[in-house]
Every structure is written in C-alpha cells, then in structure tokens.
C-alpha cells in the first residue's frame, strides 16, 4: 500500500522560501509520476503546481514557474517542493500525489497525501 506523508509547511512572510517534503512508503519513484497539488481556502478546484516523472521531466503551473522546483532525493522516496519568492496567492494547503502505474503514460495521481499548509502573510 502506497502512503504519501507531506511536511514544511508553515508561515512565511511575502518574499520568503520554503521547502515541502513528502516521504513515500510502499513506492519508489523508480517509475510512475508525481506531483504537488494545492488547494486554496475558498475550495476552488484543486490546483497542479508541479509533477515529475521518472525519467526527470517536469512540468510546472504557469503561476509558479521560475519560482518553484520539484524534485526527488537519490534514494527515490522523498519528494520535494522548492519555493521561492512566495507570495498571498500561495497560501494554500499543498498535497503530494503519485501514480505508480500510469495507464498509456497518463498520470492519474490515485495516491495522496494529507496535506500540508502554506500560508504567506503580505
């Protein structure tokens, strides 16, 4: 069974960085994809901020681009969000998502994590 447990949110002034992590049991991203999601407080659709895949290609959300960075540690377990230069808009509670066996290469992100909050204060 595939677990996804997300930490380094917290409260950060506009400016500032942090990094989120989001360690993996039952799964080594050896294969499949991943991703950071986030979701705001006003419940809008859930948001894909950045994924990679197994053969290290990343995609990123247009709002983030330049100033986030995902990656994966060299023992494939541990998933990191690298983010600079945050801002209001970022506030939101940050999820990690994976798919170890994409159907015809589409990620479908059926694991999930809880959750971890970010909030940026202007």
């Known amino acids: 069974q595939v677990q996804l447990v997300e930490s380094g949110g917290g409260s950060v002034e506009a400016g500032g960085s942090l990094r989120l992590s989001c360690t993996a049991s039952?799964?080594?991203?050896?294969?499949?994809?991943m991703a950071w999601f986030r979701q705001g407080s006003r419940k809008e659709e859930r948001e894909a901020v950045a994924?990679?895949?197994?053969?290290?290609?990343?995609t990123y959300a247009v709002s983030v681009k330049g100033r986030f960075t995902i990656s994966v540690d060299n023992s494939k377990t541990t998933l990191y969000l690298q983010m600079n230069n945050l801002t209001f808009e970022d506030t939101a509670m940050y999820y990690c998502?994976?798919?170890?066996?994409?159907?015809?290469?589409?990620?479908?992100?059926?694991?999930r994590g809880q959750g971890t909050q970010v909030t940026v204060s202007s």
């Open positions: 998502a994976a798919d170890p066996h994409p159907v015809h290469g589409l990620c479908v992100y059926n694991y």
């Open positions: 039952g799964y080594t991203f050896s294969r499949g994809c």
């Open positions: 994924t990679i895949e197994s053969d290290g290609s990343t």
